[in-house]
């Protein structure tokens, strides 16, 4: 059972376009939504979090949106650049110090 | 990688040996964690831990276990490599910080491949 599910798989956005990348989750004990961004041959790094008390968090470029009522979450990227080519990853988490249960990710790439 | 290495970075070995991989952290972090890296799969979580000697199963942990005998250590140890073992392992640690947040920093990873 896929408890969090990530769209689209992968995704091509002009150079200063908008990437949207969404996320849908199941399970309502999920208290923590982190969105992760990951370059070939490296860890994954943490981009921006946003918990269920609120609808939207802003970081830069960088824009999540929350909708607790679907079960739904959505990172937003700006003013796209050539630099944020990589793979996207939503996640969620439980309460406590569970782990995070990740969405399949999205290969981003930005065409100059 | 927020203080956080792992070794090996890279390891071959044969079906049926057993392998160990290492995650050292420096931020004194209570929570530390295994994941596998799998291509369609995202990450999955395999073992973890919340403090010394406390140690709890993730999503794929058959086929693994897992010792934390010191806060800045944990060890991942695959008994009996199997080829469906064949993936990328990322450690992760996590504490709390200012508002009580839990984020989850990874490290580096271990490429290891099971022939």
């Known amino acids: 059972q896929q408890q969090v599910k990530q769209s689209p798989q992968s995704l091509i956005v002009q150079k200063g376009g908008i990437s949207i990348i969404n996320c849908a989750y199941e399970?309502?004990?999920?208290?923590?939504f982190p969105w992760y961004q990951q370059f070939p041959g490296k860890g994954p790094a943490l981009l921006i979090a946003?918990?269920?008390?609120?609808s939207e968090k802003k970081e830069g470029r960088f824009t999540i949106s929350f909708n607790k009522s679907a079960k739904q979450f959505s990172l937003h990227i700006m003013d796209s650049q050539p630099g944020d080519s990589a793979t996207y990853f939503c996640?969620?988490?439980?309460?406590?110090?569970?782990?995070?249960?990740f969405g399949k990710g999205t290969h981003l790439i930005i065409q100059p | 990688d927020a203080g956080i290495t792992q070794s090996p970075r890279h390891k071959v070995t044969e079906t049926g040996t057993p392998v160990t991989l290492r995650c050292h952290q420096t931020?004194?972090?209570?929570?530390m964690y295994w994941y596998r890296q799998d291509p369609g799969h995202g990450l999955r979580l395999i073992h973890y831990?919340?403090?010394?000697?406390?140690?709890d199963k993730g999503e794929v942990s058959d086929g693994y276990s897992v010792s934390r005998s010191k806060t800045e250590d944990f060890l991942l140890t695959l008994e009996s490599a199997t080829s469906s073992q064949t993936s990328v392992y990322f450690c992760?640690?996590?504490?709390?910080?200012?508002?009580?947040?839990?984020?989850?920093?990874f490290g580096p990873g271990t490429r290891l491949t099971v022939t």
């Open positions: 992760a640690i996590s504490g709390p910080r200012g508002g009580g947040g839990y984020e989850q920093y």
């Open positions: 399970n309502t004990a999920f208290d923590y």
């Open positions: 946003i918990r269920p008390d609120v």
């Open positions: 996640a969620a988490r439980g309460g406590g110090a569970d782990g995070l249960t």
């Open positions: 931020e004194n972090h209570r929570y």
């Open positions: 831990s919340y403090g010394v000697k406390d140690t």
